[in-house]
């Protein structure tokens, strides 16, 4: 698959943070962070879906998915880690999920 970038979902509870990932000149995007940008975008709501049965099936509250974008726009996805990273991203990315992560820690998602 040729790409246009690689898109972060973390996912809180019932809150979605999709990042879209721009800049690497290579397949492994983590090897090159000093060449990376990140924009906020809407997740599909084909996506949001499978996301969300995914998660659900496992009884997860939080996922970390790493897709690739295609060029045509499909979202392919890679994998999902339960326990992935995401405080690496810029302050104006890891503020509304570190609260997503703080509210569901107080209020078990009642919030």
């Not at 040729?2 to 990042?19: C, N, Q």
């Not at 690497?24 to 709501?45: K, M």
């Not at 995401?86 to 302050?91: H, Y």
Request: glycine share 10%; aromatic share 14%.
């Amino acid at each position: 698959m040729s790409k246009a970038a690689d898109i972060r979902l973390t996912v809180v509870g019932e809150r979605m943070f999709a990042i879209r990932i721009d800049g690497s000149p290579g397949v492994d995007w983590r090897r090159h962070y000093d060449r990376l940008t990140y924009t906020r975008i809407d997740v599909p709501p084909e996506v949001a879906k499978g996301v969300r049965t995914y998660l659900d099936s496992y009884g997860l509250v939080f996922g970390a998915f790493d897709f690739g974008l295609g060029l045509d726009g499909a979202w392919h996805w890679y994998e999902c880690n339960p326990n992935g990273q995401w405080a690496w991203f810029p302050d104006r990315i890891t503020a509304p999920i570190t609260a997503a992560l703080a509210d569901q820690l107080q209020h078990g998602g009642t919030a």
